[in-house]
C-alpha cells in the first residue's frame, strides 16, 4: 500500500486520470437511499463518492491511510459548505470508538491488500466496527482474460487533459501487465505535458476469484447477502465485469467483538 499515487505529490493528479467506475456513485447513492445509520467509506481517497453521500445527508465518516487524499476530500467538502469527518488510518489496523451500521470499501480500494493476512486484517478491523445488524459493502473487478493478455507493458492512449497552472493539454498514456502467479496486477500512468515534462505515476492492484473471496469473508466472521455482477445490480455470472460484496458480520453470543 506504499504506491506514490496516494502519498506524496502525485495526489492532485488522482481525479484527472481516475474516474471511477461507471455507476458505481449511482448504486451507492440508491442503496443508501432514505438511509438513517452512520456509514463508514473505507478508501475514501479524495471524496469522489464521499461527496455525494454527504450532499444526500448521509451521515458520512471518511477514512484512508494518504493524508493528501483526504487533504482534497475536506476542500471539495468546504466548496460546498458541508463538514466531513475524516480519518487518516490504516484500514488493516484502525481502532475507532464509533461502531457504524454500514461499512463500504470503495472503488476496488480492498485490492490494496496484497496478501492474505492484509486481506483477512482488514476484514476483522471493520467486523469490530460494525454493529450486529449492519452490512459491509465492497467492490473488486472480474479477472478478465481477454484483457490480461493485453497487458504487454506497451503505452497505450488514454485521455487527453487540462491541468491547473499547465499551458497546452496534458497527454496520459498507460501501459500494464499481469502476473498470474502473484495475481497482481500492474500498472503505470504518463503524463506527457506540452513542454516535454513527462510524470510517470505506478499503481498495483491484487486481483481476486469469485470463491477465494467468500473463503475469506468466512474466514473473517461474515456472511454473505448478495454477489452483483455489475453496479445495475444485475446477479453475478460469467463475463459479468464486477464483483459487489455486500455481507453481514456474524456475532455469536459469546463473541467480544
Known amino acids: 500500500m506504499e504506491e506514490k499515487i496516494y502519498h506524496d505529490k502525485f495526489a492532485p493528479l488522482y481525479d484527472y486520470f481516475q474516474k471511477g467506475v461507471k455507476g458505481d456513485v449511482e448504486f ?28 444526500c445527508g448521509l451521515n458520512v465518516t471518511a477514512l484512508d491511510i494518504a493524508p493528501r487524499m483526504l487533504q482534497i476530500l475536506k476542500k471539495k467538502a468546504r466548496r460546498e459548505n458541508m463538514l466531513v469527518k475524516t480519518i487518516c488510518a490504516d484500514m488493516r489496523n484502525f481502532k475507532l470508538k464509533d461502531r457504524f451500521d454500514a461499512v463500504i470499501v470503495t472503488f476496488r480500494a480492498f485490492q490494496h491488500m496484497y496478501l492474505v493476512e492484509d486481506q483477512l486484517n482488514a476484514l476483522k478491523s471493520i467486523k469490530k466496527h460494525l454493529n450486529p445488524d ?9 479477472p478478465s482474460f ?3 493478455q493485453k497487458g504487454d507493458w506497451q503505452w497505450h492512449k488514454d485521455e487527453n487533459i487540462k491541468l491547473p497552472r499547465v499551458k497546452g493539454i496534458v497527454k496520459i498514456e498507460y501501459r500494464n501487465r ?39 469473508l468466512s474466514l473473517a466472521g461474515f456472511e454473505i447477502k448478495n454477489l452483483y455482477g455489475d453496479f445495475k445490480k444485475n446477479e453475478f455470472k460469467s463475463g459479468s465485469p464486477e464483483m459487489i460484496w455486500a455481507a453481514k458480520p456474524i456475532f455469536h453470543k459469546t463473541s467480544k467483538n
Open 28 to 55: 451507492y447513492l440508491d442503496y443508501f437511499k432514505n438511509f438513517k445509520g452512520k456509514i463508514l467509506e473505507v478508501g475514501a481517497g479524495t471524496g469522489r463518492i464521499t461527496i455525494p453521500l454527504l450532499r
Open 134 to 142: 449492519s452490512i459491509l459493502i465492497f467492490d473488486v473487478y472480474t
Open 146 to 148: 481477454k484483457y490480461i
Open 178 to 216: 499481469y502476473d498470474m502467479t502473484e495475481q497482481m496486477m500492474y500498472q503505470e500512468y504518463r503524463f506527457n505535458c506540452p513542454n516535454g515534462k513527462k510524470q510517470i505515476i505506478p499503481l498495483k492492484m491484487r486481483f481476486f476469484f469469485r470463491f477465494e473471496i467468500e473463503h475469506l
